[in-house]
């Protein structure tokens, strides 16, 4: 006699705000589905919409405000989780039908609310879901989150008061996931954290045991395992403490990817005061010199905020200088815009909109120029590349130098052939301000 099964509830989720949030949103969905519930790509097919807000800039909070809004009008069913669950008054005074508001990272009240809105029918068949957990991003690449929160007080952020101080993960928990990881087909581990360079500052970098050895919870013992399991690491939000220079060889061996994301935010010492950053731009550029012969082909991209309270033309034009000198790979950029809670809010020297346009599209011009630069230097050599889609004769990846969703692509010609997750070697034929254009080798 056939078993009929139960039809589980459907959910929907809308994920927004960084990868550590999508993160939290993959945590979720895993333990929702190991219980059982189903997973909905649309808001009419789902029993519940989770939204995972982000908080972080007073446009992001609007921006999930409207996708708060949206959901509630085509669904109606909306639990709201994630950064902006510290603002849960401002959320139910503009959307009181909302079931509920959790804060960022609080697994087991989302997961307590959707069992509460759409309870699950008891079923011993349908508690199925893959070990390494589900995903929402592609198969070949996963981010791998070793730690919670920031012990930084910068005066532009905020990020402290929604998640809290540092929390890292055992070492070996972070190796054990991601050994399913790549067992399940990963390719590329990306590393990220509020400040990776401090994780296990927090528990004294106490050694944990795995496959026969201790390994410390440190940024550069981490990275050593990791990159023994056989996928490319990238190492994200790397704040330039002085172990970072551990990590070059390690880079060198080829054990991590020759990649390093770091929040420099400034150059002139009086805006970094300010914003109560570490300001040591002269000795930065030193060790950018020496990781450089350590390393030739490392890549380090950065962010930067123009227009901070109180910065000066004299302020931007050192910036300028300074970016020229570094020849960073690649560089994203900020206007200065006040957050509801920071310190910077209160500083004298507010900068006008007119000037943080103009000194915004210097930057972005400058960057673009040297950009373009590197990348074109690269034009004749062969490089390894991820595939990361295929369409027709042609495919889109990405090469050492380039992390998903931020950075540059390598687009292939005479790639048809080829499948998402391949990593292949690649001639470089051209290049713009941006990407790299080349032809698999044979």
Same mark, same amino acid.
């Given at each position: 006699?056939?078993?009929?099964?139960?039809?589980?509830? /459907?959910?929907?989720?809308?994920? *927004?705000?960084?990868?550590?949030?999508?993160?939290?949103?993959? $945590?979720?969905?895993? /333990?929702?589905?190991?219980?059982?519930?189903?997973?909905?790509?649309?808001?009419?097919?789902?029993?519940?919409?989770?939204?995972?807000?982000?908080?972080?800039?007073?446009?992001?909070?609007?921006?999930?405000?409207?996708?708060?809004?949206?959901? #509630?009008?085509?669904?109606?069913?909306? #639990?709201?989780?994630?950064?902006?669950?510290?603002?849960?008054?401002?959320?139910?005074? $503009?959307?009181?039908?909302?079931?509920?508001?959790?804060?960022?990272? !609080?697994?087991?009240?989302?997961?307590?609310?959707?069992?509460?809105?759409?309870?699950?029918?008891?079923?011993?068949?349908?508690?199925?879901? &893959?070990?390494?957990?589900? =995903?929402?991003? &592609?198969?070949?690449?996963?981010?791998?989150?070793?730690?919670?929160?920031?012990?930084?007080?910068?005066?532009?952020?905020?990020?402290?008061?929604?998640?809290?101080? @540092?929390?890292?993960?055992?070492?070996?928990?972070?190796?054990?996931?991601?050994?399913?990881?790549?067992?399940?087909?990963?390719?590329?581990?990306?590393? #990220?954290?509020?400040?990776?360079?401090?994780?296990?500052?927090?528990?004294?970098?106490?050694?944990?045991?795995?496959?026969?050895?201790?390994? $410390?919870?440190?940024?550069?013992?981490?990275?050593?395992?990791?990159?023994? *399991?056989?996928?490319?690491? $990238?190492?994200?939000?790397?704040? &330039?403490?002085?172990?970072?220079?551990?990590?070059?060889?390690?880079?060198?061996?080829? @054990?991590?990817?020759?990649?390093?994301?770091?929040?420099? !935010?400034?150059?002139?010492?009086?805006? *970094? /005061?300010?914003?109560?950053?570490?300001?040591?731009?002269?000795?930065?550029?030193?060790?950018?010199?020496?990781?450089?012969?350590?390393?030739?082909?490392?890549?380090?991209?950065?962010?930067?905020?123009?227009?901070?309270?109180?910065?000066? %033309?004299?302020?931007?034009?050192?910036?300028?200088?300074? @970016?020229?000198?570094?020849?960073?790979?690649?560089?994203?950029?900020?206007?200065?815009?006040?957050?509801?809670?920071?310190?910077?809010?209160?500083?004298?020297?507010?900068?006008?909109?007119?000037? =943080?346009? %103009?000194?915004?599209?210097? *930057?972005?011009?400058?960057?673009?120029?040297?950009?373009?630069?590197? @990348?074109?230097?690269?034009?004749?050599?062969?490089?390894?590349?991820?595939?990361?889609?295929?369409?027709?004769?042609?495919?889109?990846?990405?090469?050492?130098?380039?992390?998903?969703?931020?950075?540059?692509?390598?687009?292939?010609?005479?790639?048809?052939?080829?499948?998402?997750?391949?990593?292949?070697?690649?001639?470089?034929?051209?290049?713009?301000?941006?990407?790299?254009?080349?032809?698999?080798?044979?």
């Amino acid at each position: 006699m056939a078993t009929i099964l139960p039809t589980p509830p /459907k959910i929907g989720m809308v994920s *927004l705000g960084c990868p550590k949030n999508l993160v939290d949103s993959e $945590r979720i969905l895993t /333990k929702l589905r190991s219980d059982g519930y189903a997973m909905s790509p649309d808001y009419a097919g789902a029993d519940v919409v989770l939204v995972n807000t982000c908080g972080f800039l007073d446009s992001a909070k609007e921006e999930s405000l409207e996708a708060i809004g949206e959901a #509630i009008a085509e669904n109606g069913r909306v #639990i709201v989780t994630g950064c902006m669950g510290k603002e849960a008054e401002t959320i139910r005074a $503009r959307f009181p039908n909302v079931l509920a508001v959790t804060g960022a990272h !609080q697994y087991e009240e989302v997961v307590g609310a959707v069992h509460d809105a759409a309870p699950m029918p008891p079923s011993a068949f349908l508690n199925l879901v &893959p070990e390494s957990g589900l =995903k929402l991003t &592609p198969r070949h690449y996963s981010y791998l989150k070793i730690s919670e929160g920031c012990n930084h007080r910068c005066s532009f952020c905020i990020i402290p008061s929604l998640r809290g101080d @540092l929390v890292s993960r055992r070492p070996d928990a972070i190796l054990r996931e991601a050994e399913k990881l790549i067992e399940a087909g990963t390719k590329e581990l990306l590393v #990220i954290s509020q400040d990776t360079s401090a994780y296990g500052v927090d528990i004294k970098h106490h050694p944990r045991p795995w496959h026969g050895q201790e390994v $410390r919870a440190h940024m550069t013992d981490l990275s050593r395992e990791l990159g023994k *399991l056989g996928a490319w690491v $990238r190492l994200h939000y790397v704040y &330039p403490y002085p172990h970072v220079d551990q990590v070059i060889p390690l880079m060198a061996e080829g @054990l991590v990817l020759p990649y390093l994301d770091i929040p420099f !935010q400034h150059a002139s010492r009086a805006v *970094l /005061k300010a914003m109560r950053r570490p300001a040591n731009e002269a000795k930065v550029l030193e060790r950018i010199r020496n990781w450089r012969t350590i390393e030739p082909d490392i890549a380090i991209r950065s962010t930067f905020v123009v227009g901070f309270p109180g910065e000066t %033309e004299d302020d931007f034009k050192y910036l300028m200088d300074w @970016l020229e000198e570094a020849r960073l790979d690649r560089v994203g950029a900020f206007r200065f815009e006040p957050v509801e809670g920071a310190a910077a809010n209160d500083l004298p020297g507010a900068v006008p909109e007119e000037i =943080k346009e %103009e000194r915004y599209a210097r *930057l972005m011009e400058l960057t673009a120029r040297i950009s373009a630069e590197k @990348l074109d230097a690269k034009v004749g050599r062969t490089l390894d590349v991820i595939i990361d889609a295929v369409e027709g004769d042609g495919a889109t990846g990405r090469s050492k130098a380039d992390a998903p969703e931020i950075d540059g692509e390598v687009h292939l010609r005479d790639a048809g052939h080829l499948s998402q997750g391949d990593i292949v070697r690649v001639e470089i034929e051209d290049a713009d301000e941006h990407d790299l254009f080349g032809v698999p080798v044979a």
